[in-house]
C-alpha cells in the first residue's frame, strides 16, 4: 500500500484509491469542499471487526476501513504482520504506563497521527524507509514545535 502526496494541483495515491483536487478551480455548490468528503467511496468509513490475540486472550477491534488500510501500511514499512504491529503497539503502551482502556481510538489517533507526520513533512512518506529507523525523539519534538506554532 502506498501513500503519495504531490501538491499544487495536488495527487493523493493512497493504497488503491486515487484523489486528485485542482486547486486552480473556483470552488461551487457542485465543486465545494465538502464534495472531498461526501464524494468518496463508502467503503472507506465501513466498520469492519477484526480478532486478534494478545497475550493469549482475543481482542476484537472494529474499525472503519480507512485506519485499518493506514495501520497496514505503517506495519508494512517495517515488515511486519498487522497483528505483530497491533501487538507491539499495545505492549510498548502499557509499558510507557498508558491507560488503554479505549484501544480502538488508541489505533485510530495512531493511524491519524501516522498520516498527519507525514502531511507536515516531519516523516517520509516512503515506505522503504522504517520507521525502526527513525529517530522518534526528533519527530516528536517536531510534531511538539508544529501543534505549539498551530494552536
Same mark, same amino acid.
Request: with cysteine; charged share 20%.
Given at each position: 500500500?502506498?501513500?503519495?502526496?504531490?501538491?499544487?494541483?495536488?495527487?493523493i495515491?493512497?493504497?488503491? /484509491?486515487?484523489?486528485?483536487?485542482?486547486?486552480?478551480?473556483?470552488?461551487?455548490q457542485?465543486?465545494?469542499?465538502?464534495?472531498?468528503?461526501?464524494?468518496?467511496?463508502?467503503?472507506?468509513?465501513?466498520?469492519?471487526?477484526?480478532?486478534?490475540?494478545?497475550?493469549?486472550?482475543?481482542?476484537?477491534?472494529?474499525?472503519?476501513?480507512?485506519?485499518?488500510?493506514?495501520?497496514?501500511?505503517?506495519? %508494512?514499512?517495517?515488515?511486519?504482520? *498487522?497483528? %505483530?504491529?497491533?501487538?507491539?503497539?499495545?505492549? @510498548?503502551a502499557?509499558?510507557?504506563?498508558?491507560?488503554?482502556?479505549?484501544?480502538?481510538?488508541?489505533l485510530?489517533?495512531?493511524?491519524?497521527? /501516522?498520516?498527519?507526520?507525514?502531511?507536515?513533512?516531519v *516523516?517520509?512518506?516512503?515506505?522503504?524507509?522504517?520507521?525502526a529507523?527513525?529517530?522518534?525523539?526528533?519527530? *516528536? @519534538?517536531? @510534531?511538539?514545535? /508544529?501543534?505549539?506554532?498551530?494552536q
Amino acid at each position: 500500500m502506498t501513500c503519495l502526496l504531490i501538491f499544487s494541483p495536488i495527487l493523493i495515491v493512497f493504497g488503491e /484509491y486515487c484523489l486528485y483536487i485542482d486547486k486552480s478551480r473556483e470552488a461551487n455548490q457542485e465543486d465545494s469542499m465538502c464534495q472531498l468528503f461526501v464524494s468518496a467511496d463508502p467503503s472507506l468509513w465501513q466498520n469492519v471487526t477484526r480478532s486478534i490475540r494478545i497475550d493469549g486472550m482475543v481482542t476484537s477491534i472494529r474499525l472503519e476501513n480507512i485506519f485499518w488500510f493506514t495501520l497496514e501500511e505503517i506495519a %508494512q514499512r517495517d515488515q511486519l504482520s *498487522l497483528s %505483530q504491529m497491533i501487538i507491539r503497539l499495545n505492549h @510498548e503502551a502499557l509499558e510507557a504506563g498508558h491507560d488503554l482502556d479505549n484501544f480502538t481510538s488508541f489505533l485510530r489517533v495512531c493511524a491519524m497521527r /501516522y498520516l498527519h507526520l507525514q502531511t507536515i513533512g516531519v *516523516l517520509s512518506n516512503s515506505p522503504e524507509v522504517s520507521l525502526a529507523s527513525l529517530n522518534s525523539g526528533r519527530i *516528536l @519534538e517536531q @510534531e511538539k514545535r /508544529y501543534f505549539e506554532r498551530h494552536q
